[in-house]
C-alpha cells in the first residue's frame, strides 16, 4: 500500500511540475574526482595550499626529487608575499624605462617599454622587467640516501583527498613502506606532514638562491654563497631558521613531534633525522619571526580538514552523473578539481600569476588581464569573499595607476598589465599597451554587487570603478566628421595586432560599451548623477567592423581573412558577446557566422586555454549548445587538463590557470545563464544526453 501511495505521489508532482531535484551529493561528486596517482611523473605532481600560499609534493608526498619536475609542474613553494629584487648598482630609474609614442591622440604618450639597443634604458628596462621576482621559499623533502633514485621507490599510491584538502601517499624503499599525510594550514603559509615507517626517513630543508628566470621553477643551486640561512633558536622539538637573501628576509619555524634532531648539514641545507616510527612536523614560513605559538599537526590536519568540507558543501556545485554522454565524465573531472586548484592557487590578497603558486612564468609577476579569468567565476560559483579578498589589492594600486594615467595625459587610472604587489609597472613591449583589463575592475565589482547588492560594496569599491571609467571615456577619441568615438593606440586582447595601426578592435569596443553603462548604474546607486558626456560616447561608440557578414579582428584589418596574424591567438572577436551580454554593437547574425568561421578555420594550434572557454560562451549565447560543449573538450594541445587538473599549454607553460578560470566561468553561464535567459541549462543540447545537476550558481550578466 505504501509503495502504492509512493507511486501516485510522484506521477501527481510529476505532472504538477512540482518534482524537485534532490541535493547534489557533493560528497560523492567531490571523491569520484580525487587525483590518483601510482608512478612518478613530473606532470602529475600534487599541491595543498590556501590561496595565500601554497607546497606543491611528488609521489612521496614531499619535496624529495624536484630536478626531476623542474621541466614538468615543479615541485614549488611560494607565497603572495615572498618576493626578491637584486641589487640596482646602477641606480635604474623606473622613469628610464619610458618611451615616447604619437597615436594619435592628440599628444606624445609616453609608454614603460623594454629597449634592444644597448644603453642605459635597456638596463633599466630590464632590471624592472626582472625585478622584483616571486622567491621559491625553500625545498622540504626526504633525505633517502645519496645514491637512492626514483626508480629505487615502489608501490606508489597516491590520493589527493579533495574533501579534506590533505595528500595520502605511500610507498616502498628497501623493503619497508612509508606512509605520509601532507596539508598546508588554511589560514597561515605553513604545512603539515605526518610520516609513519620503520625506515625513519630523514627530511631535508634546502633552500635556493632565486633564479630571476622569465619562467622556471625559481632555483638557481649554484649560487650558495650569495644567500644565508642560520638558525636564530632551537630546542629539543622546534627551531627557526633565519633567510637572508640580499635585502630580502624571511623565517622558516620547524616543530616537530617525536624525538628528532635538527642539524646543518651545508650551507643553506639542513636534515631532521627522526629516532621512531611515527614522526610529523610543521613548517611555517612567515615573512617576520612569529611569536604566537605554532599549531601543531593534529590541530593543522583538523583544521584544513574543517576548511575544505566547508568549501565544498557551501558555493556552487554541478554534477554530471546522470549525462549519458561519455564526453561528460572527463568534463566533471575537469570542473571539480579546476575548483580545487584556482582555490588553492588564486585566491589570495594579490591577483594571482597565470602559474599561480607552483612555479615563476613572467618573473612571478601577475597579469592583470589575466585577472577575470582567474576571479570572474568566484562570485559566478557563488564564493564572492574569495574574489573580495584579492579585489581589494586594486587600492593599493591606485596611486601610481593614477599616475600612468597622467603622465599619458588620460583622466582617472589606467591599471598596469604586468605587475607585482607593489603595482610598480613591468616594462613590456607588449602588455604596456594593453587596454582590455582596464574594465575588468568595473565588471568583477558588478559581480561582487550582484551577490550582494549593498550599500558596503559600493561605498568600498565605486570611487575605483568611476576613476577607471573616467580613463576609458578620455582615452576613447571623438571623430567629429563621423559623429562616432573609436578606440586607437592600443594592442588588443587579440595580441598579435599592432598598437600603431589597430582601430576599433570588436572585443573592447563591446568592452567599453558595457563598462561604461556599469559605471553609470554605480553612479546612480551612489546617489550620484549620470555623467552626460560618458552617455554619449555611450550612444557613439563605432559599431563593430565587418566584411562579408563575418567581423573583423579591428577595423584596419581587412585582410583578416588571409592574413595570420589576424587568424591566430586569441579568438578575442567572440568576446564581444560571449563575455559580455549582447550589446547594440554587436548583429547576431554576423556573430554567428564569425563563430562558424572560427570555428572552421581558425589557427587552434596557435591558441591558449582560455580561448576555448570564451568560444563555449559565445557558442552558448548564440544558441549552439553542442558548439559550447565540443569548445570545452576541443582534443588540442592547449585544452590538455592533466591529472591534477591544471591546463596544460607547451613546454614553456605546463600550468596555465587561466584555463582552469575560464572553464568555469564558461560552465556556470552554460547551466545558470544570462540576465534574460530563460532556456534551463542554455549551454548544453536537449538531446536526451547532458542532464546536468547544479546548484547554487549565479547567471552571468
Same mark, same amino acid.
Given at each position: 500500500?505504501?509503495?502504492?501511495?509512493?507511486?501516485?505521489?510522484?506521477?501527481?508532482?510529476?505532472?504538477?511540475?512540482?518534482?524537485?531535484?534532490?541535493?547534489?551529493?557533493?560528497?560523492?561528486?567531490?571523491?569520484?574526482?580525487?587525483?590518483?596517482?601510482?608512478?612518478?611523473?613530473?606532470?602529475?605532481?600534487? =599541491?595543498?595550499?590556501?590561496?595565500?600560499?601554497?607546497?606543491?609534493?611528488?609521489?612521496?608526498?614531499?619535496?624529495?626529487?624536484? !630536478?626531476?619536475?623542474?621541466?614538468?609542474?615543479?615541485?614549488?613553494?611560494?607565497?603572495?608575499?615572498?618576493?626578491?629584487?637584486?641589487?640596482?648598482?646602477?641606480?635604474?630609474?623606473?622613469?628610464?624605462?619610458?618611451?615616447?609614442?604619437?597615436?594619435?591622440?592628440?599628444?606624445?604618450?609616453?609608454? =614603460?617599454?623594454?629597449?634592444?639597443?644597448?644603453?642605459?634604458?635597456?638596463?633599466?628596462?630590464?632590471?624592472?622587467?626582472?625585478?622584483?621576482?616571486?622567491?621559491?621559499?625553500?625545498?622540504?623533502?626526504?633525505?633517502?640516501?645519496?645514491?637512492?633514485?626514483?626508480?629505487?621507490?615502489?608501490?606508489?599510491?597516491?590520493?589527493?583527498?579533495?574533501?579534506?584538502?590533505?595528500?595520502?601517499?605511500?610507498?616502498?624503499?628497501?623493503?619497508?613502506?612509508?606512509?605520509?599525510?601532507?596539508?598546508?594550514?588554511?589560514?597561515? /603559509?605553513?604545512?603539515?606532514?605526518?610520516?609513519?615507517?620503520?625506515?625513519?626517513?630523514?627530511?631535508?630543508?634546502?633552500?635556493?638562491?632565486?633564479? #630571476?628566470?622569465?619562467?622556471?621553477?625559481?632555483?638557481?643551486?649554484?649560487?650558495?654563497?650569495?644567500?644565508?640561512?642560520?638558525?636564530?633558536?632551537?630546542?629539543?622539538?622546534?627551531?627557526?631558521?633565519?633567510?637572508?637573501?640580499?635585502?630580502?628576509?624571511?623565517?622558516?619555524?620547524?616543530?616537530?613531534?617525536?624525538?628528532?634532531?635538527?642539524? !646543518?648539514?651545508?650551507?643553506?641545507?639542513?636534515?631532521?633525522?627522526?629516532?621512531?616510527?611515527?614522526?610529523?612536523?610543521?613548517?611555517?614560513?612567515?615573512?617576520?619571526?612569529?611569536?604566537?605559538?605554532?599549531?601543531?599537526?593534529? !590541530?593543522?590536519?583538523?583544521?584544513?580538514?574543517?576548511?575544505?568540507?566547508?568549501?565544498?558543501?557551501?558555493?556552487?556545485?554541478?554534477?554530471?552523473?546522470?549525462?549519458?554522454?561519455?564526453?561528460?565524465?572527463?568534463?566533471?573531472?575537469?570542473?571539480?578539481?579546476?575548483?580545487?586548484?584556482?582555490?588553492?592557487?588564486?585566491?589570495?590578497?594579490?591577483?594571482?600569476?597565470?602559474?599561480?603558486?607552483?612555479?615563476?612564468?613572467?618573473? #612571478?609577476?601577475?597579469?592583470?588581464?589575466?585577472?577575470?579569468?582567474?576571479?570572474?567565476?568566484?562570485?559566478?560559483?557563488?564564493?564572492?569573499?574569495?574574489?573580495?579578498?584579492?579585489? #581589494?589589492?586594486?587600492?593599493?594600486?591606485?596611486?601610481?595607476? @593614477?599616475?600612468?594615467?597622467?603622465?599619458?595625459?588620460? /583622466?582617472?587610472?589606467?591599471?598596469?598589465?604586468?605587475?607585482?604587489?607593489?603595482?610598480?609597472?613591468?616594462?613590456?613591449?607588449?602588455?604596456?599597451?594593453?587596454?582590455?583589463?582596464?574594465?575588468?575592475?568595473?565588471?568583477?565589482?558588478?559581480?561582487?554587487?550582484?551577490?550582494?547588492?549593498?550599500?558596503?560594496?559600493?561605498?568600498?569599491?565605486?570611487?575605483?570603478?568611476?576613476?577607471?571609467?573616467?580613463?576609458?571615456?578620455?582615452?576613447?577619441?571623438?571623430?567629429?566628421?563621423?559623429?562616432?568615438?573609436?578606440?586607437?593606440?592600443?594592442?588588443?586582447?587579440? !595580441?598579435?595586432?599592432?598598437?600603431?595601426?589597430?582601430?576599433?578592435?570588436?572585443?573592447?569596443? =563591446?568592452?567599453?560599451?558595457?563598462?561604461?553603462?556599469?559605471?553609470?548604474?554605480?553612479?546612480?546607486?551612489?546617489?550620484?548623477?549620470?555623467?552626460?558626456?560618458?552617455?554619449?560616447?555611450?550612444? @557613439?561608440?563605432?559599431?563593430?567592423?565587418?566584411?562579408?557578414?563575418?567581423?573583423?579582428?579591428?577595423?584596419?584589418?581587412? /585582410?583578416?581573412?588571409?592574413?595570420?596574424?589576424?587568424?591566430?591567438?586569441?579568438?578575442?572577436?567572440?568576446?564581444?558577446?560571449?563575455?559580455?551580454?549582447?550589446?547594440?554593437?554587436?548583429?547576431?547574425?554576423?556573430?554567428?557566422?564569425?563563430?562558424?568561421?572560427?570555428?572552421?578555420?581558425?589557427?587552434?594550434?596557435?591558441?591558449?586555454?582560455?580561448?576555448?572557454?570564451?568560444?563555449?560562451?559565445?557558442?552558448?549565447?548564440? #544558441?549552439?549548445?553542442? @558548439?559550447?560543449?565540443?569548445?570545452?573538450?576541443?582534443?588540442?594541445?592547449?585544452?590538455?587538463?592533466?591529472?591534477?587538473?591544471?591546463?596544460?599549454?607547451?613546454?614553456?607553460?605546463?600550468?596555465?590557470?587561466?584555463?582552469?578560470?575560464?572553464?568555469?566561468?564558461?560552465?556556470?553561464?552554460?547551466?545558470?545563464?544570462?540576465?534574460?535567459?530563460?532556456?534551463?541549462?542554455?549551454?548544453?543540447?536537449?538531446?536526451?544526453?547532458?542532464?546536468?545537476?547544479?546548484?547554487?550558481?549565479?547567471?552571468?550578466?
Amino acid at each position: 500500500m505504501r509503495k502504492i501511495l509512493y507511486s501516485c505521489l510522484a506521477l501527481i508532482l510529476s505532472a504538477s511540475g512540482a518534482a524537485k531535484q534532490m541535493p547534489i551529493n557533493r560528497l560523492a561528486l567531490v571523491t569520484r574526482n580525487n587525483p590518483q596517482i601510482t608512478a612518478f611523473d613530473s606532470l602529475s605532481s600534487l =599541491s595543498v595550499g590556501n590561496g595565500e600560499f601554497a607546497y606543491t609534493v611528488d609521489a612521496t608526498g614531499l619535496q624529495t626529487f624536484p !630536478e626531476m619536475y623542474s621541466k614538468g609542474v615543479p615541485l614549488g613553494t611560494q607565497s603572495q608575499w615572498g618576493w626578491h629584487s637584486y641589487a640596482n648598482p646602477n641606480n635604474y630609474k623606473h622613469e628610464e624605462t619610458l618611451k615616447i609614442y604619437d597615436f594619435g591622440h592628440g599628444r606624445q604618450e609616453p609608454y =614603460s617599454t623594454e629597449f634592444k639597443e644597448d644603453g642605459r634604458q635597456k638596463g633599466a628596462s630590464s632590471w624592472f622587467r626582472v625585478n622584483p621576482h616571486r622567491l621559491h621559499l625553500g625545498i622540504v623533502g626526504f633525505e633517502l640516501g645519496r645514491n637512492v633514485k626514483a626508480t629505487d621507490i615502489t608501490n606508489i599510491k597516491q590520493t589527493l583527498n579533495l574533501w579534506k584538502g590533505n595528500i595520502i601517499s605511500s610507498f616502498t624503499l628497501n623493503g619497508k613502506a612509508v606512509q605520509v599525510e601532507t596539508v598546508c594550514h588554511p589560514q597561515k /603559509d605553513m604545512i603539515a606532514a605526518k610520516i609513519n615507517s620503520a625506515l625513519h626517513p630523514v627530511v631535508n630543508f634546502r633552500f635556493p638562491y632565486p633564479s #630571476g628566470g622569465h619562467c622556471d621553477d625559481g632555483c638557481d643551486w649554484t649560487k650558495n654563497n650569495l644567500h644565508n640561512t642560520t638558525i636564530v633558536s632551537q630546542t629539543d622539538h622546534s627551531a627557526i631558521l633565519k633567510r637572508t637573501i640580499d635585502a630580502t628576509v624571511y623565517y622558516v619555524q620547524i616543530q616537530w613531534e617525536g624525538k628528532a634532531k635538527l642539524s !646543518e648539514k651545508q650551507k643553506n641545507y639542513f636534515v631532521l633525522t627522526p629516532e621512531s616510527d611515527n614522526f610529523a612536523f610543521t613548517c611555517w614560513f612567515t615573512s617576520e619571526k612569529q611569536i604566537a605559538k605554532q599549531p601543531g599537526v593534529a !590541530e593543522t590536519i583538523l583544521a584544513a580538514g574543517n576548511y575544505w568540507t566547508s568549501f565544498w558543501k557551501r558555493g556552487g556545485a554541478v554534477d554530471f552523473s546522470a549525462c549519458k554522454d561519455a564526453r561528460a565524465k572527463e568534463l566533471e573531472r575537469r570542473v571539480v578539481l579546476s575548483q580545487y586548484l584556482l582555490a588553492i592557487q588564486c585566491a589570495g590578497s594579490t591577483p594571482p600569476q597565470e602559474t599561480g603558486l607552483t612555479y615563476n612564468s613572467w618573473f #612571478g609577476k601577475f597579469h592583470l588581464e589575466m585577472i577575470w579569468w582567474h576571479q570572474a567565476q568566484f562570485a559566478l560559483w557563488n564564493r564572492p569573499e574569495l574574489l573580495d579578498r584579492t579585489l #581589494g589589492w586594486y587600492e593599493k594600486a591606485y596611486p601610481i595607476a @593614477k599616475e600612468i594615467a597622467k603622465r599619458q595625459g588620460f /583622466d582617472g587610472v589606467r591599471w598596469m598589465k604586468m605587475t607585482d604587489p607593489s603595482g610598480i609597472e613591468a616594462p613590456s613591449k607588449v602588455g604596456s599597451f594593453l587596454i582590455w583589463q582596464q574594465p575588468h575592475l568595473i565588471y568583477l565589482a558588478e559581480l561582487l554587487y550582484r551577490n550582494h547588492p549593498n550599500a558596503q560594496i559600493i561605498k568600498k569599491y565605486n570611487k575605483m570603478v568611476q576613476e577607471t571609467a573616467a580613463f576609458m571615456y578620455s582615452f576613447a577619441t571623438y571623430e567629429k566628421d563621423k559623429d562616432r568615438f573609436v578606440l586607437k593606440g592600443a594592442i588588443p586582447a587579440q !595580441e598579435t595586432l599592432r598598437a600603431a595601426e589597430t582601430v576599433n578592435p570588436p572585443f573592447e569596443l =563591446s568592452y567599453w560599451h558595457y563598462a561604461m553603462n556599469v559605471a553609470q548604474k554605480w553612479r546612480e546607486r551612489a546617489g550620484e548623477k549620470r555623467n552626460q558626456k560618458w552617455d554619449e560616447m555611450i550612444n @557613439k561608440l563605432s559599431p563593430l567592423a565587418a566584411k562579408d557578414t563575418l567581423y573583423l579582428a579591428a577595423e584596419t584589418a581587412l /585582410d583578416t581573412y588571409t592574413d595570420i596574424r589576424f587568424t591566430s591567438d586569441h579568438m578575442a572577436v567572440l568576446g564581444a558577446e560571449g563575455i559580455l551580454p549582447k550589446c547594440k554593437l554587436v548583429r547576431n547574425d554576423y556573430m554567428k557566422n564569425t563563430l562558424n568561421w572560427i570555428w572552421d578555420n581558425w589557427n587552434w594550434d596557435q591558441t591558449w586555454g582560455w580561448d576555448y572557454p570564451m568560444t563555449a560562451m559565445n557558442a552558448a549565447r548564440l #544558441g549552439e549548445p553542442e @558548439k559550447a560543449v565540443g569548445a570545452l573538450l576541443m582534443n588540442k594541445r592547449t585544452n590538455t587538463y592533466l591529472v591534477n587538473g591544471h591546463n596544460y599549454q607547451d613546454d614553456r607553460l605546463r600550468i596555465y590557470l587561466p584555463g582552469n578560470g575560464g572553464l568555469l566561468t564558461a560552465i556556470s553561464m552554460m547551466c545558470a545563464g544570462w540576465d534574460g535567459c530563460k532556456v534551463k541549462n542554455p549551454g548544453f543540447p536537449k538531446d536526451g544526453n547532458w542532464n546536468v545537476k547544479w546548484e547554487s550558481l549565479t547567471p552571468m550578466p
